[in-house]
């Protein structure tokens, strides 16, 4: 399986619930994701951990190639197809940067599992990742999936 991760993810692993000075080997098979071309994210998310966490930002700048799509034409024709439908996406949101219809789009292009610790509204009026995905039949799990479908154990 192939994942595509949303910048919500990667903060809350780094930040919150898997620090990489307490849980190093996460990080190590979250590498080896990276490497085997199965954690992938669009560009757009790179740029938004840099505004959210200097330490995060930089553990996935030597990652970068390996991991974060460019936005190529079909992704872009996504973005725009996403945003006329649920233009609240993006709109009228505190913390709210633009990378939730990037990484929408590739992960509905590629067919890849999107990665999210989004919650669901249940309001198209303000919407989050999983709101949307809903509409547009996309399933969405949280990091602790990922670690229950690869099947890491800890200890």
């Keep these: 399986m192939i994942y595509c991760v949303d910048t919500s993810s990667l903060i809350a692993a780094w930040q919150e619930r898997y620090p990489i000075e307490n849980f190093p080997k996460f990080w190590d098979r979250m590498d080896g994701l990276i490497e085997d071309g199965r954690l992938i994210s669009p560009i757009e998310v790179f740029n938004e951990t840099k505004k959210r966490s200097d330490e995060l930002h930089g553990w996935l700048k030597s990652r970068k190639d390996a991991m974060f799509r460019e936005l190529d034409d079909d992704v872009q024709i996504e973005v725009t197809n996403v945003l006329q439908r649920f233009p609240r996406l993006v709109a009228d949101k505190k913390l709210r940067t633009s ?27 303000r919407p989050n990742i999983p709101d949307v995905c809903a509409q547009l039949s996309l399933s969405t799990i949280g990091i602790l999936q990922v670690i229950q479908r690869e099947n890491w154990v800890a200890g």
């Design 99 to 125: 990378a939730d219809p990037f990484v929408i789009a590739l992960a509905r292009i590629t067919g890849h599992q999107l990665v999210t610790e989004e919650k669901p509204t249940g309001s198209l009026s």
